[in-house]
């Protein structure tokens, strides 16, 4: 364990100056002369025998403020350690009973169960499926937010464990099999075990904690609404007003025990698009009678990736664009009426996400009218650039070494989350932590999404504690900071 030796110096210093007091008397004039050495003496002997009972009582202030501070870091070390097993449990409840975005009844009810038993003010059905706590503290300050999201995916399990999903679920019309195929299991575990934790320790806390157990995370089903951006809508930043927001998200491809950030834009902005073109329909051996909607949309796929390498400044951020769906015509001999394009937009950069969206529209308009075809072009945003607000990253980053020994800075991602939609409203910070077996090759780990997608939960403690310092250091910090921006005025 660290030792919290940096107020310890401080101290001793202010302690140690009576002692030193004694000694520059000894240079004092009226010290001076025949006495002068049976004077010095005799302070020497005074020295001797203060010296060592100020170095205890000194001693015994570090001590005594240390065991202070020691106090919140092994309680929170040895509480998070004992909950690990039950944290480990929950995990893998909830691993083998996943539910899909929007319907997470069973979970919710799980959730909200062990809040209640905690003696938590909780409020369920909040955009939908959500469940909300809050946990007063014994000292007045400010509400800091945690959040888990609790959706699975429609993803069929491939991984031999004793407690992977054998569920299924309705999507879009198909039954299909339901896996937590992202780790969002052991964010919901994480979130109820620093729930236990901090609920322990309520006195000491100053301010108050909500917990928001959000859905939906990886998009709500169809055109329903959902997710964050729906909780933000219902107001779950607000009564009482939310200071500053954190969150985290397991990595299958990070070492468990790691902690890895960023500060700024950290994971990309998500926007799905649609191009309907239409043509004419004609006779496939005579294309001349037609306007050809799938040549015109390889053209429009081909203009879309010069966006990319030709118009945008991918030095400031980079852009994604990528047709992942391409569907026209029923048969070889007919050139068909229509073609659908469907496809993604990642940016780490707001202003550049506009631009793009503008771009998108025009080369698909242009070079269909090069044609003689229309377009119909519909985008619809997910997500925003996920930001994390420099000022509290610097702020909280040592919290993040009190977890763990292993944390280390990462560069932004073009994956992406709606936790940025509650960054809109409270400064946010977002990190990942590691679910990756020791030793194993990142090369090698199944990815998120993906039906061998596999999380080792042996240390999924470490999320327990940064939870735990994030709320008790961000009063203190956050409070410092205000009175540091009041001087410069
Ligand atoms: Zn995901
Ligand atoms: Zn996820």
Redesign the pocket.
Same mark, same amino acid.
């Given at each position: 364990m660290p030792q919290p030796t940096p107020c310890a110096e401080p101290i001793a210093k202010e302690q140690a100056s009576p002692a030193g007091n004694y000694l520059t008397a000894v240079g004092d004039p009226r010290l001076r002369g025949d006495g002068t050495q049976q004077l010095t003496n005799q302070l020497t002997i005074i020295h001797m025998n203060i010296v060592p009972k100020l170095f205890l009582s000194a001693v015994i202030l570090i001590a005594s403020t240390n065991s202070h501070a020691q106090t919140v870091q092994q309680q929170i070390d040895q509480k998070a350690a004992k909950i690990l097993t039950k944290v480990i449990e929950w995990r893998r409840h909830i691993h083998e009973h996943p539910e899909l975005g929007n319907r997470e009844f069973k979970t919710a009810e799980y959730i909200a169960a062990h809040l209640k038993s905690l003696g938590l003010e909780v409020k369920t059905g909040v955009a939908k499926t959500g469940v909300v706590a809050l946990l007063k503290g014994g000292k007045p300050g400010p509400v800091i937010a945690l959040r888990a999201?609790i959706d699975g995916l429609p993803v069929h399990e491939r991984v031999a464990l004793p407690f992977a999903s054998k569920d299924s679920a309705d999507y879009l019309g198909q039954r299909l099999p339901v896996m937590h195929a992202?780790? &969002?299991d052991s &964010?919901i575990a994480i979130l109820m075990g620093t729930a236990e934790v901090l609920t322990s320790m309520k006195k000491d806390i100053a301010g108050t904690v909500k917990f928001i157990f959000q859905p939906a995370?990886?998009g709500p089903p169809g055109d329903e609404e959902g997710g964050a951006p729906l909780m933000v809508k219902e107001g779950v930043m607000d009564n009482p007003k939310v200071d500053a927001i954190f969150g985290l &998200?397991?990595s299958s491809s990070t070492e468990s025990g790691t902690i890895k950030y960023k500060a700024g834009p950290f994971m990309a902005s998500s926007d799905w698009f649609t191009i309907k073109i239409k043509g004419k329909q004609a006779h496939g051996s005579a294309p001349w009678g037609s306007i050809d909607p799938i040549v015109v949309g390889a053209q429009i796929i081909n203009g879309l990736q010069t966006i990319v390498s030709r118009q945008e400044n991918i030095v400031k951020a980079p852009v994604v664009i990528t047709v992942g769906k391409f569907h026209s015509g029923v048969r070889s001999n007919i050139i068909p009426e229509e073609a659908i394009l469907d496809g993604t937009i990642r940016t780490l950069d707001a202003e550049m996400q506009k631009e793009v969206h503008s771009k998108i529209r025009r080369m698909a308009e242009n070079i269909a009218a090069a044609s003689g075809a229309t377009v119909e072009v519909t985008i619809d945003t997910k997500t925003l650039v996920t930001y994390n607000d420099s000022s509290l990253v610097t702020m909280m980053a040592p919290s993040l070494h009190k977890a763990t020994p292993i944390v280390t800075t990462t560069q932004w991602t073009t994956g992406a989350?709606d936790f940025s939609y509650f960054g809109e409203k409270a400064p946010a910070f977002f990190f990942n932590l590691g679910g990756m077996p020791k030793g194993k090759d990142p090369k090698d780990a199944p990815g998120?999404h993906t039906p061998e997608f596999f999380i080792d939960d042996s240390q999924l403690d470490v999320g327990v504690k940064v939870f735990c310092h994030l709320v008790f250091d961000y009063p203190s910090k956050a409070q410092a900071k205000t009175s540091e921006n009041k001087k410069g005025f």
């Open positions: 999201d992202c780790g &969002h &964010h995370e990886e &998200h397991i989350e998120h």
